[in-house]
């Protein structure tokens, strides 16, 4: 029989090899983390019930999807120790986009009864050692391509925000962030200088959309060299665009329509007249008559399934880009009827759509219901 002291070393040798190495945290699984009281959402304040989906899951950690490239055995880590600010919502870029959700919430409206509760939450990603690890992950040898260009874009989409905000935390979490800001930035216009083919796809890697959120964030920065890049690109790649296969759309797990947000990236870099002029070869098929059904909304059968419930978000991103591509013509286009008609079609499924009761869906589609209920994309009139 083993003595007292030989047991104590054993048992003191097995809680020491389950302990996290020195220095560092041990993630603490979500559902072992108690929920924060959120206020109740106001009677018809659609944004309400958006803020509650994004602040339920910026700090969750799983489920998770890493996009993850392992140099070795010690990469293979949870994601809350690889990316420390955007880890939750299931993957990073939805974790990025959750972020802006809840900035672009305090900036619309400020009687929010959720601003307490999203301060703190923002506060507790946006701090500098969060930050720095971000940075380190992205500079890891073969991660170039992480999350670019969607969740980059995104990224820039939150420095836009924060840079257009008043509330007094805005202006520190800019100075915080900005280190990355500024890496992505770099990255991005090295990447242009090799991207020699558009991406057409109607998922994460398409240019079209991503372009279009990196030029509003060259906008509102000023960066002309960025805005004159992208710009650049964006007419090398779809200034001779003909006759679009809408008729093709959407694909089965399409989020974003690639007819649809090429034209709402090109009104971007087009003047108002040439815009409409290319835009009656692109999409000949837009009807003059004010119909909405020349485009119907997207099918969803199964809103469990993770890339199913894709075509929610197609009709949610249909609907600002339709939006978008309006607001850019002339008034008295009489393309004008049409387009607004199918938007509202859209935008009236696709925010029927964002529910809390699957999380295949929710941890997303409420930034993308923001996006296009507060009308981020289009410039007041």
């Known amino acids: 029989m083993r003595g007292l002291g030989t047991v104590l070393v054993i048992a003191l040798a097995a809680l020491t090899a389950c302990a996290p190495p020195a220095g560092e945290v041990e993630a603490v699984p979500a559902e072992s983390v108690a929920e924060t009281a959120l206020p109740e959402a106001r009677d018809g304040v659609v944004t309400d019930r958006f803020a509650r989906l994004a602040l339920s899951c910026i700090h969750r950690e799983y489920p998770n999807k890493i996009s993850h490239v392992l140099n070795s055995a010690a990469d293979a880590r949870p994601a809350r120790e690889l990316y420390p600010a955007f880890y939750g919502c299931y993957d990073w870029h939805s974790s990025v986009h959750g972020h802006w959700l809840l900035v672009r919430i305090l900036n619309m ?90 991406i057409r796809a109607g998922t994460h890697n398409q240019t079209a959309f991503a372009f279009g959120l990196m030029l509003d964030w060259a906008d509102a920065t000023g960066d002309a060299e960025f805005r004159a890049a992208l710009a650049a690109k964006s007419l090398a790649f779809h200034a001779n665009d003909k006759d679009c296969p809408l008729s093709y759309e959407p694909s089965g797990e399409d989020f974003l329509s690639p007819c649809l947000m090429e034209a709402d990236l090109m009104r971007r870099v087009l003047p108002q007249a040439e815009f409409a002029a290319w835009l009656d070869s692109f999409l000949p098929q837009i009807p003059r008559d004010g119909s909405a059904e020349w485009l119907k909304p997207g099918i969803v059968l199964d809103p469990t399934d993770g890339k199913l419930v894709h075509l929610d978000g197609v009709n949610l991103s249909r609907a600002w880009a339709l939006e978008g591509i309006a607001a850019a013509l002339p008034a008295d286009d009489t393309r004008v009827p049409a387009l607004v008609a199918a938007a509202a079609v859209h935008k009236q499924t696709g925010i029927a759509s964002v529910s809390e009761a699957h999380y295949a869906g929710s941890h997303w589609l409420a930034s993308f219901a923001t996006y296009l209920e507060t009308r981020r994309g289009i410039a007041p009139q």
């Not at 170039?144 to 840079?163: D, H």
């Open 109 to 198: 409206d400020a009687e929010a009864p959720f601003r307490p509760v999203i301060l703190e939450a923002l506060g507790k990603s946006f701090t500098a050692e969060n930050i720095a690890g971000e940075l380190a992950y992205f500079q890891g040898a073969d991660r170039a391509s992480f999350e670019r260009p969607y969740g980059t874009a995104w990224f820039l989409q939150l420095m836009t925000e924060l840079r257009e905000a008043d509330f007094p935390e805005a202006a520190g979490w800019v100075e915080t962030l900005q280190p990355l800001e500024a890496f992505i930035r770099a990255q991005t216009l090295d990447w242009l200088t090799k991207l020699v083919y558009p």
